[in-house]
C-alpha cells in the first residue's frame, strides 16, 4: 500500500488510518507533520487540529459527531470523546445541476433476461410460495420439502451427509473416530437433476406475521407480498392463508392491483378455512402449483437493455473503509445505470441520518424533497416514542472497525447513492415506478431493507460489506462486495466482488463501479450465480413499523 493516511474532503478535520499506527508514529500528510499521541487502529480517524469540547468533528465535508472533551491533535478519534451530532435539515434551497458520467461504452450493452408482460424484465425466473399468516408455516415446510427434494431445487446436502457418516461410525462404535471427524474436502454431492431446467428456483417465504399484530403492519405485509408476485423476477405464486387472520387476501389483490392491474401470472390462493382437510388443500396446492411450474418454464431468457436494470443499494457489516472503497463504487454505479435510463434504489433511512440536506437539494422538485422530509421526520419522532433513537445506529462491530457515530456511518453509507438526481422518494412498502435514483424509507436491518427493495422492484441488489455478511434474498440475485481484500480473502465463500483495490490505491472509484456493472450484467444474464444464491441465502423479513434501526 503507497499511502498510508487518507482524507476524504478538503473541508475534513480527521484523516483516516489505512493501517496500524502506535502512539508516538510521525505520519507526513499535505505537507503537514502529524505525531500520533494515542494508537490508531486501520479504519479508524486522528484529529488533525486541537478540539475543545462542542467542536465539530467534520468527514465528508459535513459535520459527522462533537466533541466530549479536549482531543489533542494527533489523538485517536473513539465514542469516548466524541458523541453523535448531525447538521440540521430543511426544505429544498438550491439545486444542483448535475453532470452524468460518459456512457458511451454502455449503451449499447444488453444482459438477458425474462421478458414480463408489463413491460418489465427479470434477472431470474423464480415461482414463490407464500403463506399469509405464521398458521401456514408448518404447510410452507411440507410443501418446500416436497418440492425442493423432488425436483432438484434443493441446494446439495454436504451437512446431511457428513450426518450420514457419523451415524455410520456411532453405529460401528466408533467414537474416538467421531471425535476426530474431518469431513473429506474433495467430497462432492450432488442433488436431484432439475426437472424444470429454465425456473431458477421454487422459494418459500416464511414469516412470523399476518395476525396479532397491527392492520399497519398486516396490510404493510400484503403489500410486500404483492411487490414479490408481482415482480419480474418472479413467474407466479402460490398463496396459503388460514382465512381469519388480519392479513386477508383480499387485501392482497387490493395491493397486487395497484401494482399490476392486469396481472399475467398465475396466482393460486389456497384458504385453508374452506377445506374439508389440510391434506385435501395440499394435495391440491401441489397439483396446482406443478402446473404453474410446467408454464413457468417456457420463459426464455432475451435481450435487454441496461435502462431495465433497477438496482438496490445496500451495506451491511460497515466498515471505516465501506465510504472509501465499496460504497463510492456503486455509487458511481448506480449514476451509470441511472444516466442510462435505469433505476437505483437507495435505502437504509437511519443511515442517512447528516446527509439530509445535500439529498434534499438533489430531489428534482419540492414534492419529492418535502415527502422526503416527512418520512424521515417520522421514522425519527417513532424511534424517539420509544427511548431511542438514529444515535443508536450503529452496531458493536462498526464501531470496534472505525463508524464511531451514526453521522460518520451514513456519511459513507449515502455515497451508494452516486451523485444523481432523486427523482422520487418511496414509503415502505411502496413499488418504484419512477427511472433515477429513488429513496425509499427502511430499516438499515439487512434482511429488512433487502426484502423492501425485493419489494419495490430491485431485480438485482449491490450489497457492500467490511465486516462481512451473508445475507441473500429468495428472489433478487445480492451481490456482495468486499470493501477490503482482507475480508474478501477471509471470506472469500460469500464474496463476489473485492473493493480492496481502491484502499490500496490499485484501482479508482471509477474502475471499481466499472467492474462491478460488467459483473451485474453477467449475474442479470444467469451466466453467474452469486456466493448467497449458492448458498441458498434466502433471508426475508417483514419489516413491522415500529422501531428497527
Same mark, same amino acid.
Given at each position: ?47 488533525? =487540529? ?73 434477472t ?106 408481482a ?25 397486487l ?11 393460486l390462493?389456497?384458504?385453508q ?35 431495465q ?30 444516466a ?14 447528516g446527509?439530509?440536506q445535500?439529498?434534499?437539494? =438533489? ?13 424521515m421526520?417520522?421514522y425519527?419522532a =417513532? ?32 455515497k ?8 422520487a ?25 433487502v ?18 455478511t451473508?445475507?441473500?434474498?429468495p ?44 459483473l ?30
Amino acid at each position: 500500500m503507497t499511502r498510508k493516511v487518507l482524507q476524504i474532503d478538503a473541508r475534513d478535520n480527521v484523516l483516516i488510518a489505512l493501517c496500524d499506527f502506535s502512539r508516538g508514529a510521525t505520519l507526513d500528510f499535505a505537507q503537514q507533520s502529524f505525531t500520533l499521541t494515542s494508537d490508531v487502529p486501520a479504519k479508524h480517524k486522528f484529529a488533525t =487540529r486541537d478540539f475543545l469540547p462542542g467542536d465539530s468533528i467534520v468527514m465528508y465535508g459535513v459535520p459527522v459527531g462533537e466533541a466530549l472533551r479536549p482531543i489533542s491533535r494527533g489523538e485517536a478519534i473513539t465514542t469516548l470523546n466524541v458523541r453523535h451530532s448531525a447538521a440540521a435539515f430543511h426544505r429544498k434551497d438550491s439545486g444542483q445541476a448535475w453532470t452524468p458520467p460518459d456512457v458511451r461504452a454502455w449503451k449499447t450493452k444488453t444482459f438477458q433476461g425474462f421478458h414480463r408482460g408489463d413491460g418489465r424484465v427479470g434477472t431470474r425466473n423464480h415461482w414463490v410460495v407464500l403463506p399469509l399468516v405464521f398458521c401456514e408455516n408448518r404447510n410452507l415446510a411440507v410443501l418446500q420439502q416436497a418440492f425442493s427434494e423432488e425436483l432438484g431445487f434443493a441446494a446439495p446436502q454436504i451437512y446431511r451427509h457428513q450426518v450420514a457418516d457419523l451415524a455410520r461410525l456411532y453405529h460401528e462404535g466408533k467414537l474416538d473416530e467421531i471425535a476426530g471427524y474431518q469431513p473429506a474436502e474433495d467430497l462432492k454431492v450432488t442433488g436431484l437433476k432439475k426437472v424444470f431446467p429454465h425456473v431458477d428456483g421454487l422459494k418459500f417465504l416464511l414469516h412470523e406475521s399476518g395476525c396479532g399484530g397491527t392492520r399497519e403492519d398486516a396490510r404493510n405485509l400484503c403489500a410486500l407480498f404483492a411487490g414479490y408476485v408481482a415482480h419480474p423476477n418472479v413467474a407466479g405464486a402460490t398463496v396459503l392463508s388460514l382465512g381469519c387472520q388480519n392479513a386477508q387476501v383480499s387485501i392482497l389483490r387490493e395491493e397486487l392491483a395497484r401494482r399490476s392491474p392486469k396481472l399475467q401470472k398465475p396466482l393460486l390462493v389456497f384458504e385453508q378455512q374452506q377445506w374439508p382437510s389440510e391434506r385435501a388443500m395440499l394435495s391440491a396446492a401441489v397439483r396446482d402449483t406443478f402446473l404453474g411450474l410446467v408454464e413457468a418454464d417456457n420463459a426464455v431468457r432475451q435481450a435487454a437493455p441496461l435502462s431495465q436494470l433497477t438496482v438496490g443499494l445496500k451495506c451491511g457489516g460497515s466498515d471505516g473503509f465501506s465510504g472509501i472503497s465499496a460504497n463510492p463504487a456503486i455509487g458511481h454505479l448506480s449514476d451509470v445505470v441511472v444516466a442510462l435510463g435505469g433505476t437505483g434504489i437507495l435505502s437504509e433511512f437511519p443511515e442517512l441520518c447528516g446527509v439530509e440536506q445535500e439529498l434534499i437539494n =438533489r430531489c428534482v422538485d419540492d414534492a419529492v424533497a418535502e415527502r422526503f422530509m416527512e418520512l424521515m421526520r417520522d421514522y425519527a419522532a =417513532r424511534a424517539k416514542a420509544v427511548r431511542s433513537g438514529f444515535e443508536m445506529n450503529p452496531s458493536p462491530g462498526n464501531i470496534r472497525d472505525g463508524l464511531i457515530t451514526d453521522a460518520m456511518k451514513s456519511a459513507g453509507a449515502a455515497k451508494k447513492g452516486g451523485t444523481s438526481p432523486v427523482t422520487a422518494v418511496l414509503d415502505y412498502p411502496e413499488p418504484s415506478r419512477t427511472p433515477g435514483l429513488n429513496l425509499q424509507c427502511t430499516p438499515g436491518n439487512d434482511v429488512e431493507c433487502v426484502t423492501a427493495q425485493a419489494a419495490a422492484g430491485a431485480n438485482i441488489v449491490l450489497f457492500t460489506t467490511g465486516l462481512g455478511t451473508p445475507t441473500g434474498n429468495p428472489i433478487t440475485p445480492v451481490v456482495k462486495i468486499a470493501t477490503n481484500s482482507s475480508l474478501a480473502s477471509r471470506m472469500s465463500d460469500i464474496i463476489d466482488f473485492d473493493a480492496g483495490g481502491v484502499v490500496s490505491g490499485e484501482m479508482t472509484i471509477e474502475e471499481a463501479g466499472q467492474s462491478i456493472l460488467d459483473l451485474v450484467i453477467r449475474v442479470a444474464s444467469g451466466e453467474v450465480f452469486t456466493k448467497a444464491e449458492n448458498l441458498a441465502q434466502n433471508d426475508f423479513i417483514p419489516w413491522k413499523r415500529g422501531v428497527s434501526l
